[in-house]
Nanobody, 121 residues
Framework: VQLQASGGGLVQAGGSLRLACAAPANIFAINVMGWYRQAPGKERELVASITRGGGTKYSDSVKGRFTISRDGAKNTVYLQMNSLKPEDTAVYYC????????????????WGQGTLVTVSS
């Protein structure tokens, strides 16, 4: 199983983008969801995360500019990115630490395929 990330693209500095990450339709629920990013030549870093209860955390580099949210009914998580900077350019990946199929069945550490965000100066 894989999460489906979308919403990347090319935007000018100061602009906005909204990323979405959806779990397959037959999934019962997802646990903590995180958005990560990896810029060329750099390690993957955690940008934001949200728990099932809606608790959020952000990296210092995006705090105040990015907002993570989730739609539990759709098993979808969003990342609203405002005031984008060229240093935000990266491939963005979504991840959940635990995905529930229903009953006692689940999967751990599930990733999306990545979506490219390019911010021009």
């Amino acid at each position: 199983v894989q999460l489906q990330a979308s919403g990347g693209g090319l935007v000018q500095a100061g602009g906005s983008l909204r990323l979405a990450c959806a779990a397959p339709a037959n999934i019962f629920a997802i646990n903590v969801m995180g958005w990560y990013r990896q810029a060329p030549g750099k390690e993957r870093e955690l940008v934001a995360s949200i728990t099932r209860g809606g608790g959020t955390k952000y990296s210092d580099s995006v705090k105040g500019r990015f907002t993570i949210s989730r739609d539990g009914a759709k098993n979808t998580v969003y990342l609203q990115m405002n005031s984008l900077k060229p240093e935000d350019t990266a491939v963005y990946y979504c991840n959940t630490d635990k995905l529930y199929y229903g009953g006692s069945s689940y999967a751990l550490n599930v990733w999306g395929q990545g979506t490219l965000v390019t911010v021009s100066s």
